[in-house]
């Protein structure tokens, strides 16, 4: 098993509309977790970290974490065309490397 | 530009020839990994450094794979003897350490292809 796991899509959503991106992950004893986007050809950059569970938002960006089902989310409200990317959840333990899952592609439909 | 910069960005070789990539971390960060991502896949990890030293290596990197980070600066990886399954984007990252470890910065990649 992985320790990250996200279905890799790809997740097609209207232009406007919520994508909700999803990852679980195997080890209890991951602190804090991040999502990357990633665009065609470019290398990853952050959007979002969280560290404690709950929401937490940032713009159209919403992280969510619970630490009960290992669970992380990533809500984008209001899609949009250049949101279409790969996102990439990443979970960290302590002070080892972080541990990437093999991503989402979200394509937003204009 | 003082992000993260690799190089060269792409290099085209033969199997069993070496190479060697370059990383040039944003100078302030402490820490420095390396990470290799084929298509589809997410960054895999490689091995990291935190100053000179190389604090760990992934199980999966085999002998033929070395790094060094001189003096704590930049960062060369080199494959020896290399193979076909080598092929991938070796991407580099640097970070802070403490509560910064798991904001990385990534360079744009050194793409490999073996022929």
């Known amino acids: 098993q992985k320790e990250v796991e996200q279905n890799s899509g790809p997740l097609s959503v209207p232009e406007g509309a919520i994508a909700s991106l999803n990852c679980t992950y195997s080890d209890r004893v991951s602190q804090s977790f991040f999502w990357y986007r990633q665009y065609s050809g470019k290398s990853p950059e952050l959007i979002m970290s969280i560290y404690s569970n709950g929401d937490k938002e940032d713009g159209r960006f919403t992280a969510q974490l619970n630490k009960a089902s290992q669970y992380v989310s990533l809500l984008i409200r209001d899609s949009q065309p250049s949101d279409s990317a790969t996102y990439l959840c990443a979970a960290l333990r302590g002070n080892t490397p972080l541990v990437f899952g093999k991503g989402t592609r979200l394509s937003v439909i204009a | 530009d003082t992000g993260v910069s690799q190089d060269p960005r792409h290099k085209i070789t033969k199997r069993g020839q070496n190479v060697t990539f370059r990383c040039d971390p944003i100078s302030e960060h402490n820490r420095l990994y390396w990470y290799r991502q084929t298509l589809g896949q997410g960054p895999e990890f490689l091995t990291y450094?935190?100053?000179?030293?190389?604090?760990?290596k992934s199980r999966l990197l085999s002998d033929r794979f070395s790094a060094e980070r001189p003096k704590g600066s930049f960062s060369t990886l080199e494959i020896q003897r290399t193979e076909q399954g080598d092929s991938a984007m070796y991407l580099c990252?640097?970070?802070?350490?403490?509560?910064?470890?798991?904001?990385?910065?990534f360079g744009e990649g050194s793409r490999l292809t073996v022929l």
């Open positions: 990252a640097s970070s802070l350490q403490g509560a910064g470890t798991g904001e990385l910065f």
């Open positions: 450094f935190q100053n000179e030293a190389q604090l760990e």
